[in-house]
């Protein structure tokens, strides 16, 4: 059901690789409340073709873009301004790559080249999106800007190895840019914390199914899907939220706020304490 809830509303999507992806869903959800917008990822991935099924379906244009490159990202705001006839309304930074979990380097082995690549990819690519569309003069007042983290920022998760701190770092970026934007020209920056979704990058980490299986036991409402997440960037990117900026929400089915759970104690920890696992 569609709401009109971005009619007129113009916008750029960072990162829909395929049907997995919550960028997909956003894009399709997006169309759907009558946004209109250009997709964007790597030459890399683009060579996959899918977002050119996705862009059939939402008639939208797709434009290639290194996220950690300026001289990409000046190109694809300038294009983007200019094919959907004015200033952006949105953008979603759906980006995260962490070549030391890809290569399964331990994280007190870290590849600092590596560590340097995920914190360029994962975290400081918001902030050259931000400083691009700034520079521009790209979005209009109360625009909102979300990326997507997880709330590994936050916690230890012992396989997240160093996405755990790019998500920091964004998460950071995210309250510093979020103040500088809104005082230059009100525009919003937000994270969404979202549960562990079954997306390409998310299964890429080591022991996703034991992420997702002990989120979805300890959360009330249980795990948010991407469907979910991209109608909760419906609400971020209309003016419904116009006074929310520099916050980092957790979209995870109340996880985030959890101890333990009944349905834990009940069905996942069978011993007394009178055992060999301490």
């Known amino acids: 059901m569609s709401f009109n809830l971005l009619k007129n509303k113009r916008g750029i999507i960072f990162g829909a690789l395929d049907e997995n992806s919550i960028a997909w869903q956003v894009a399709l959800k997006a169309h759907e409340e009558k946004a209109s917008f250009t997709l964007t990822n790597t030459d890399l991935a683009l060579r996959k073709g899918d977002i050119f099924r996705l862009a059939e379906l939402t008639g939208s244009k797709v434009i290639a873009a290194d996220v950690t490159s ?87 998760f012992s396989s997240y190895s160093d996405m755990s701190q790019a998500k920091a770092m964004l998460e950071s970026i995210v309250r510093s840019f979020g103040y500088h934007y809104g005082h230059y020209k009100k525009v919003r920056v937000n994270s969404i914390s979202q549960s562990p979704t079954q997306t390409t990058a998310g299964k890429g980490v080591g022991g996703f199914d034991s992420f997702y299986a002990y989120s979805r036991c300890m959360s009330p409402l249980g795990n948010a899907t991407s469907e979910e997440c991209a109608e909760f960037c419906m609400l971020m990117f209309s003016d419904y939220s116009r006074k929310v900026t520099m916050q980092n929400i957790f979209h995870d089915g109340g996880f985030s706020n959890m101890g333990i759970s009944d349905e834990l104690i009940g069905s996942c920890f069978k011993c007394s304490g009178d055992c060999d696992h301490k």
């Not at 990202?73 to 979603?92: H, N, P, Q, R, Y």
């Open 70 to 156: 300026p001289d990409d990202l000046e190109t694809l705001i300038a294009d983007s301004v200019k094919e959907l006839g004015g200033k952006l309304d949105f953008i979603l930074h759906s980006v995260g790559m962490s070549p030391n979990v890809r290569k399964n380097v331990h994280y007190t082995e870290l590849n600092y080249d590596y560590f340097h690549r995920t914190l360029d990819i994962s975290a400081m690519s918001l902030h050259k999106v931000l400083a691009v569309a700034k520079k521009l003069d790209a979005i209009n007042e109360y625009g909102s800007v979300v990326t997507l983290s997880y709330i590994g920022a936050q916690r230890q």
